[in-house]
């Protein structure tokens, strides 16, 4: 019999997120397993058929179906809606509910991890992909002042500017010239770094949005590349005598705010995170 939770993906064998929520399950006494299901494509649709089942909890969605998934659920919240992607699948008495949580985790992150509260703040995000798209979403929630997003395809900051754009709040769309970012990085209370600029293994390891002569000393630089751990943005952000954040935060917080709607409970968030940070050190 499978169990009532899990993470759903393909290829899934990468995926640490059964390490975090099983420690917290156990904390918490919840008798469930938090399995990792290989789903390909032509066997999605019958998968999520199964999360109906009486008992069933929730699951975790990741690539390649946070998109695919969206018909086959029967309700979408307004965070999935305006995301255009599902994270998580909770069963409410045999209905589906596709809601995304990488938005708030976002916010978590930046706020328990980094002590930051982005309210007010000035904010410049890197890049215009579909995770730029759930921090631009959060960061309009918590109520930023002035938000820019700088990309390398100035129409795809456009784009994404202008589908947040609503009353007051209007996003800026820059390219990625040291002439474009230097009218707004210096200014920013807030960098978050979206693009794959310092990724591990990727063509652009040693790359960063922005140097360390550009960012304030009060800044905070998020990351959500996380490995490596510290990316080269991280490490100008420092050399700036800025705040540098980031790592597995986010993915961790997105973890913990599904787990907390799938449960209902308040998730042992210091043990979720010692689990990770365990699991990585022997990885
Ligand atoms: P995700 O869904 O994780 O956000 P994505 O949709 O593939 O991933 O987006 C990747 C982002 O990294 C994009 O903003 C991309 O810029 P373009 O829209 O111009 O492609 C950015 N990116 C990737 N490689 C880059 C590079 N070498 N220089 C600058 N930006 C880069």
């Not at 058929?49 to 086959?72: E, M, S, Y």
């Not at 954040?245 to 449960?263: N, W, Y």
């Amino acid at each position: 019999m499978s169990s009532n939770i899990g993470v759903m993906g393909h290829p899934i064998g990468h995926t640490k997120s059964p390490v975090f929520h099983q420690a917290g399950l156990d904390e918490l006494g919840i008798k469930e397993t938090f399995e990792a299901w290989d789903v390909a494509p032509e066997y999605l649709e019958e998968k999520v058929a199964t999360f109906r089942a009486d008992g069933f909890l929730a699951a975790c969605v990741t690539l390649p179906h946070k998109q695919a998934v969206i018909p086959l659920v029967d309700e979408l919240t307004e965070a999935a809606q305006a995301v255009g992607a599902v994270n998580w699948i909770f069963n409410r008495d045999g209905k589906l509910v596709g809601h995304n949580t990488d938005g708030t985790g976002f916010l978590r992150a930046l706020k328990e991890k980094a002590g930051f509260d982005p309210k007010g703040a000035n904010v410049v995000v890197f890049g215009a992909g579909g995770a730029a798209r759930a921090i631009i979403y959060a960061l309009k929630t918590a109520g930023v002042n002035r938000l820019t997003i700088a990309n390398r395809t100035v129409e795809k900051a456009q784009a994404l500017a202008s589908d947040f754009s609503e009353g007051k709040f209007k996003p800026n769309a820059i390219g990625m010239s040291r002439d474009e970012l230097s009218n707004f990085v210096p200014y920013a209370n807030l960098l978050v770094n979206t693009t794959s600029l310092g990724m591990a293994g990727g063509p652009a390891e040693l790359a960063t949005p922005a140097t360390a002569d550009m960012i304030s000393a009060d800044a905070v630089g998020y990351d959500i590349v996380y490995a490596p751990p510290m990316t080269k943005f991280l490490r100008e952000v420092e050399e700036a005598g800025a705040e540098p954040s980031g790592g597995m935060t986010m993915l961790v917080f997105q973890g913990i705010e599904g787990f907390e709607m799938s449960t209902g409970k308040t998730a042992p968030v210091e043990t979720m995170f010692a689990a990770i940070e365990q699991a990585l050190k022997s990885s």
